[in-house]
């Protein structure tokens, strides 16, 4: 009768998946960080030092943040320790700490591996800067969230954050050699299935792993000569959603990435980014509001009509509903993408906020105010004001600014789209403003 573990593949001879057959076994291994673990790489030079402090590893998933944290201390005589932020809390957290000070005492130091580091709250960040500071623990945390954001700056300021790119497609094909040749035959897709897979790792090589172990397991008994295309690829394997948090950092980036699309008049790369978040499961409202925001900032006065036309594409989803309501929204996209910019009103609005506060209660002129009761009338509120309808222009050039002030000027039009008409106009008042004070 066979054992609960040997039933449930979990003795010590069950297979171990692609991806941990696969883990590198030296730093100059590992693929895609070259610039960490090659001959010349960060790391690489670290430990030949013989000096290694403590590190935060960012990058997106997949990367070889836990391999590469393995790697170093099977390099040290350091003892090693892995915890996970998700399922540790403060108790853990002690227990590493007293052991690691009873191992100093003896000479040895520990590498503490703090797997998704940005998971535990600053509180309990501060709790490693003792230990961080008198050599108790050399830290090692991993994180997929940027460290300005989600990291103590305390902790920051005690260790060196090395950046993890996302696996490109010469780091994808090395993968595809190494499982090829560790599976003794070669992948059976043909060459634009082969693409289409190392497409859908979307940069991730464990999740790539698996997805090349599912076609390898799936295809055991197949013929040599199978080579399946990409139709049957998608039968096989289902494709994966982008990794995309609505609350963490590619939200932020992909965000920024279309507004400066928008600003820097690339509709395609615009239509891009919109099509990228749109297909992550942004939330289409959230950008109707940021193209309403794009249409102010960055367009304005220099095309009245891109306001309109983003307000348009909430409206139209909102009505029509997805799938049919997102095109609105790529409607909107180019639309403010291919107008004239301007950030006239934006910088007049931020000038005249600053000298606002700056005057504080100054009152108006005496001039345009109302005198609705006898004192006021008796105090010259109203004398003297010139109804502009009346006067030659329709413009009487008085000064409406607190005495105190004088005239200034915040709102400056770019001789561009629309606003050159405006400009004209104030070119024309100003003139006559002139010649009749």
């Known amino acids: 009768m066979s054992s609960l573990f040997e039933s449930s593949d979990l003795s010590d001879n069950a297979p171990r998946p692609l991806a941990d057959r696969l883990r590198p076994a030296v730093l100059a291994d590992v693929v895609g960080q070259a610039h960490l673990t090659g001959d010349k790489g960060v790391l690489t030079r670290m430990l030949s030092s013989g000096r290694l402090g403590s590190i935060v590893l960012w990058g997106p998933p997949g990367t070889g943040k836990t391999t590469i944290a393995r790697l170093i201390a099977a390099q040290t005589d350091l003892h090693f320790e892995q915890i996970s932020a998700i399922f540790s809390g403060v108790a853990d957290l002690k227990k590493i700490f007293g052991a690691a000070k009873n191992r100093r005492t003896e000479g040895q130091g520990t590498l503490l591996f703090v797997d998704e580091i940005h998971r535990f709250n600053k509180a309990q960040q501060d709790g490693f800067l003792p230990h961080m500071e008198d050599g108790t623990i050399t830290l090692i945390g991993a994180t997929t969230e940027n460290p300005s954001f989600e990291l103590n700056p305390a ?3 005690r260790a ?25 035959r070669e ?170 506060r700056e005057t504080g ?29 009346d006067q030659p222009e329709a413009f009487s050039g008085q000064n409406y600014f607190p005495d105190e002030m004088g005239r200034e000027t915040y709102y400056t039009p770019p001789e561009r789209g629309f606003e050159r008409d405006i400009k004209k106009r104030l070119d024309y008042w100003a003139r006559l403003r002139k010649e009749r004070n």
């Open 155 to 157: 902790v920051l300021s």
């Open 160 to 184: 060196q954050v090395l950046v993890l790119n996302r696996l490109d497609h010469e780091a994808i094909e090395e993968l595809v050699l190494r499982a090829q040749e560790l599976e003794g």
């Open 187 to 356: 992948l059976p897709l043909d060459d634009e299935a082969k693409q289409s897979l190392m497409a859908m790792a979307d940069g991730d090589g464990r999740y790539f792993l698996n997805l090349v172990e599912e076609v390898f397991v799936s295809t055991f008994d197949a013929d040599e000569e199978l080579k399946l295309d990409t139709a049957a690829l998608s039968e096989l394997v289902q494709k994966r959603m982008p990794v995309y948090d609505k609350s963490a950092d590619g939200h932020y980036n992909l965000i920024s990435a279309l507004h400066k699309s928008i600003r820097g008049s690339d509709p395609d790369a615009a239509l891009y980014y919109l099509a990228r978040m749109l297909t992550a499961g942004e939330d289409p409202l959230f950008l109707c509001r940021r193209l309403v925001r794009m249409a102010n900032e960055d367009i304005g006065l220099a095309d009245p009509q891109a306001i309109v036309q983003a307000l348009a594409a909430k409206d139209t989803y909102e009505f029509l509903g997805s799938p049919e309501g997102e095109l609105g929204l790529a409607q909107a996209a180019v639309y403010l993408a291919t107008a004239p910019k301007s950030i006239g009103v934006y910088q007049g609005y931020k000038k005249v906020m600053k000298r606002a």
């Open 361 to 389: 209660s100054l009152p108006p002129p005496k001039i345009i105010l109302n005198a609705p009761t006898k004192l006021m009338k008796a105090q010259e509120y109203g004398s003297g004001y010139k109804y502009d309808h």
